[in-house]
Protein backbone atom coordinates (compact mmCIF):
# COMPACT_ATOMS: atom_id res chain seq x y z
CA UNK A 1 0.00 0.00 0.00
CA UNK A 2 1.67 3.43 -0.58
CA UNK A 3 1.61 5.53 2.39
CA UNK A 4 1.67 9.30 0.58
CA UNK A 5 -0.40 8.77 -3.12
CA UNK A 6 -0.34 11.90 -5.20
CA UNK A 7 -1.76 12.45 -8.79
CA UNK A 8 -1.20 13.11 -11.61
CA UNK A 9 2.37 11.77 -11.28
CA UNK A 10 2.76 13.61 -14.88
CA UNK A 11 1.24 16.96 -15.95
CA UNK A 12 1.76 19.06 -18.92
CA UNK A 13 -0.17 21.80 -19.76
CA UNK A 14 -0.42 25.99 -21.26
CA UNK A 15 0.35 28.78 -19.63
CA UNK A 16 -3.12 30.17 -18.10
CA UNK A 17 -4.71 27.02 -17.35
CA UNK A 18 -6.12 25.97 -14.21
CA UNK A 19 -4.72 22.77 -13.00
CA UNK A 20 -5.11 20.52 -9.53
CA UNK A 21 -2.80 17.92 -8.06
CA UNK A 22 -4.58 15.68 -5.33
CA UNK A 23 -2.77 13.89 -2.76
CA UNK A 24 -3.95 11.36 0.49
CA UNK A 25 -2.09 9.78 2.94
CA UNK A 26 -2.86 6.16 4.50
CA UNK A 27 -0.53 6.73 7.46
CA UNK A 28 -3.74 8.08 9.98
CA UNK A 29 -0.91 11.22 10.33
CA UNK A 30 -2.27 14.68 11.51
CA UNK A 31 -0.14 17.18 9.13
CA UNK A 32 0.17 17.09 5.18
CA UNK A 33 2.57 19.72 3.17
CA UNK A 34 2.97 20.20 -0.16
CA UNK A 35 6.95 21.09 -0.91
CA UNK A 36 8.34 22.41 -4.14
CA UNK A 37 11.44 20.67 -5.88
CA UNK A 38 12.92 23.34 -8.61
CA UNK A 39 15.74 22.93 -11.09
CA UNK A 40 18.00 22.48 -9.06
CA UNK A 41 16.56 20.35 -6.95
CA UNK A 42 15.84 22.29 -3.69
CA UNK A 43 13.24 21.06 -1.87
CA UNK A 44 11.11 24.20 -0.27
CA UNK A 45 7.85 23.78 1.86
CA UNK A 46 4.84 25.66 0.36
CA UNK A 47 2.16 24.77 2.95
CA UNK A 48 1.45 22.66 6.15
CA UNK A 49 -2.16 21.58 7.07
CA UNK A 50 -2.17 20.33 10.79
CA UNK A 51 -5.68 18.30 11.33
CA UNK A 52 -6.99 20.78 8.39
CA UNK A 53 -5.90 24.16 9.32
CA UNK A 54 -3.39 25.88 7.42
CA UNK A 55 -0.10 26.24 9.60
CA UNK A 56 2.42 27.10 7.19
CA UNK A 57 2.04 29.23 4.21
CA UNK A 58 5.65 30.25 3.12
CA UNK A 59 4.93 33.38 0.69
CA UNK A 60 3.67 31.17 -2.22
CA UNK A 61 1.92 33.53 -4.69
CA UNK A 62 -1.98 33.46 -4.29
CA UNK A 63 -2.55 31.78 -7.60
CA UNK A 64 -1.64 28.70 -5.34
CA UNK A 65 -4.42 27.42 -2.92
CA UNK A 66 -4.30 24.37 -0.94
CA UNK A 67 -7.49 22.41 -0.01
CA UNK A 68 -7.51 19.92 2.99
CA UNK A 69 -11.55 18.22 3.14
CA UNK A 70 -10.28 16.17 5.78
CA UNK A 71 -6.61 15.08 7.49
CA UNK A 72 -6.02 12.25 4.92
CA UNK A 73 -6.30 15.12 1.81
CA UNK A 74 -4.84 17.72 0.72
CA UNK A 75 -5.16 19.05 -3.03
CA UNK A 76 -3.13 21.90 -4.57
CA UNK A 77 -4.78 24.15 -6.86
CA UNK A 78 -3.01 26.24 -9.16
CA UNK A 79 -4.57 29.05 -11.03
CA UNK A 80 -3.39 31.26 -14.19
CA UNK A 81 -0.01 28.56 -14.51
CA UNK A 82 3.03 30.57 -15.78
CA UNK A 83 6.43 29.15 -16.77
CA UNK A 84 7.84 29.38 -13.78
CA UNK A 85 5.35 26.91 -12.20
CA UNK A 86 6.82 23.79 -13.78
CA UNK A 87 8.86 22.02 -11.56
CA UNK A 88 8.12 18.37 -8.98
CA UNK A 89 5.84 19.08 -6.23
CA UNK A 90 5.93 16.79 -3.55
CA UNK A 91 3.20 16.16 -1.10
CA UNK A 92 4.35 14.66 2.57
CA UNK A 93 2.80 13.71 5.57
CA UNK A 94 3.95 13.37 9.51
CA UNK A 95 2.28 13.20 12.83
CA UNK A 96 2.77 15.87 14.71
CA UNK A 97 5.46 15.94 17.69
CA UNK A 98 5.52 18.86 20.20
CA UNK A 99 8.57 17.64 21.49
CA UNK A 100 10.90 17.03 18.44
CA UNK A 101 11.34 17.58 15.11
CA UNK A 102 8.28 15.09 13.21
CA UNK A 103 9.50 12.28 10.66
CA UNK A 104 8.21 13.93 7.36
CA UNK A 105 7.14 10.77 4.44
CA UNK A 106 6.78 11.64 1.06
CA UNK A 107 5.00 10.94 -2.14
CA UNK A 108 6.10 10.21 -5.39
CA UNK A 109 5.77 13.50 -6.39
CA UNK A 110 3.79 15.29 -9.52
CA UNK A 111 5.99 16.65 -12.32
CA UNK A 112 4.67 19.55 -13.39
CA UNK A 113 5.68 21.56 -16.75
CA UNK A 114 4.14 23.97 -18.40
CA UNK A 115 4.35 25.07 -21.39
CA UNK B 1 17.48 32.44 8.89
CA UNK B 2 18.21 28.39 9.37
CA UNK B 3 20.40 26.96 6.43
CA UNK B 4 22.23 23.98 5.44
CA UNK B 5 25.35 23.22 2.81
CA UNK B 6 26.17 19.46 1.76
CA UNK B 7 29.28 18.83 0.58
CA UNK B 8 30.44 17.38 -1.97
CA UNK B 9 27.62 17.80 -4.60
CA UNK B 10 28.91 14.56 -6.39
CA UNK B 11 30.94 11.81 -4.97
CA UNK B 12 31.65 9.16 -7.34
CA UNK B 13 32.99 5.73 -5.47
CA UNK B 14 34.01 2.26 -6.64
CA UNK B 15 32.23 -0.24 -5.10
CA UNK B 16 33.78 -1.34 -1.56
CA UNK B 17 35.05 2.00 -1.22
CA UNK B 18 34.06 3.80 1.91
CA UNK B 19 33.13 7.28 2.27
CA UNK B 20 31.38 10.17 4.03
CA UNK B 21 28.89 12.56 3.26
CA UNK B 22 28.85 15.63 5.22
CA UNK B 23 25.94 18.51 5.80
CA UNK B 24 26.39 21.42 7.81
CA UNK B 25 23.61 23.16 9.69
CA UNK B 26 23.04 26.44 11.19
CA UNK B 27 19.71 26.66 12.79
CA UNK B 28 18.66 28.34 15.91
CA UNK B 29 17.27 25.69 18.26
CA UNK B 30 17.48 22.20 16.41
CA UNK B 31 14.95 19.62 17.17
CA UNK B 32 16.23 17.28 14.73
CA UNK B 33 18.11 16.54 11.09
CA UNK B 34 16.79 14.41 8.76
CA UNK B 35 18.94 12.49 6.07
CA UNK B 36 16.54 11.09 2.84
CA UNK B 37 17.54 9.48 -0.02
CA UNK B 38 16.04 10.32 -3.19
CA UNK B 39 16.36 8.53 -6.50
CA UNK B 40 15.76 9.56 -10.02
CA UNK B 41 11.82 10.21 -10.69
CA UNK B 42 11.37 9.43 -6.82
CA UNK B 43 9.87 10.92 -3.79
CA UNK B 44 12.70 11.60 -0.83
CA UNK B 45 13.29 8.23 1.38
CA UNK B 46 13.23 9.06 5.10
CA UNK B 47 16.44 6.80 5.81
CA UNK B 48 17.58 8.45 9.74
CA UNK B 49 16.71 11.33 12.48
CA UNK B 50 18.89 12.46 14.75
CA UNK B 51 17.77 14.43 17.62
CA UNK B 52 21.00 15.57 20.00
CA UNK B 53 24.51 15.60 19.36
CA UNK B 54 26.05 12.51 20.07
CA UNK B 55 23.75 10.95 18.65
CA UNK B 56 24.29 7.67 15.87
CA UNK B 57 22.22 5.37 14.02
CA UNK B 58 22.87 2.44 11.88
CA UNK B 59 21.25 0.98 8.72
CA UNK B 60 22.82 -1.38 6.59
CA UNK B 61 26.03 -0.04 4.89
CA UNK B 62 24.83 3.37 6.21
CA UNK B 63 25.80 5.44 9.73
CA UNK B 64 24.78 8.95 10.82
CA UNK B 65 26.31 10.71 13.13
CA UNK B 66 25.58 14.44 14.81
CA UNK B 67 27.29 16.86 16.02
CA UNK B 68 26.57 20.79 17.14
CA UNK B 69 27.53 22.08 13.88
CA UNK B 70 26.89 19.16 11.67
CA UNK B 71 26.22 15.35 10.55
CA UNK B 72 27.88 12.90 8.97
CA UNK B 73 26.48 10.19 6.96
CA UNK B 74 29.19 7.54 6.91
CA UNK B 75 28.90 4.63 3.35
CA UNK B 76 30.76 1.53 3.91
CA UNK B 77 31.40 -0.76 1.49
CA UNK B 78 28.97 0.51 -0.73
CA UNK B 79 26.70 -1.29 -3.12
CA UNK B 80 25.90 0.04 -7.12
CA UNK B 81 22.46 0.31 -5.51
CA UNK B 82 23.77 2.78 -3.14
CA UNK B 83 23.54 5.02 -6.34
CA UNK B 84 21.34 8.40 -4.99
CA UNK B 85 20.93 11.54 -3.96
CA UNK B 86 21.34 11.82 -0.32
CA UNK B 87 18.96 14.92 1.47
CA UNK B 88 20.34 16.15 4.90
CA UNK B 89 17.58 18.08 6.22
CA UNK B 90 16.84 20.43 9.85
CA UNK B 91 13.59 20.84 11.40
CA UNK B 92 14.36 24.23 14.08
CA UNK B 93 12.49 25.30 16.77
CA UNK B 94 9.29 27.41 17.40
CA UNK B 95 6.04 26.61 15.61
CA UNK B 96 7.52 24.76 12.67
CA UNK B 97 5.02 21.59 11.89
CA UNK B 98 7.67 19.93 10.16
CA UNK B 99 9.09 22.98 8.41
CA UNK B 100 12.20 21.50 7.22
CA UNK B 101 14.93 23.13 5.10
CA UNK B 102 16.82 20.91 3.04
CA UNK B 103 20.51 21.34 1.76
CA UNK B 104 20.90 20.76 -2.33
CA UNK B 105 21.83 17.38 -1.72
CA UNK B 106 24.95 15.05 -2.61
CA UNK B 107 24.62 12.57 -5.79
CA UNK B 108 26.56 9.75 -4.65
CA UNK B 109 27.41 7.30 -7.95
CA UNK B 110 28.94 3.73 -7.04
CA UNK B 111 30.58 2.01 -9.61
CA UNK B 112 30.84 -1.42 -10.02
Known amino acids: DTAVSQTPKYLVTQMGNDKSIKCEQN?????MYWYKQDSKKFLKIMFSYNNKELIINETVPNRFSPKSPDKAHLNLHINSLELGDSAVYFC??????????????FGEGSWLTVV | EDQVTQSPEALRLQEGESSSLNCSYTVSGLRGLFWYRQDPGKGPEFLFT???AGEEKEKERLKATLTKKESFLHITAPKPEDSATYLCAVNAGGTSYGKLTFGQGTILTVHP
Open chain 1, 92 to 105: ASSQYDRGAGNTIY
Open chain 1, 27 to 31: LGHDT
Open chain 2, 50 to 52: LYS
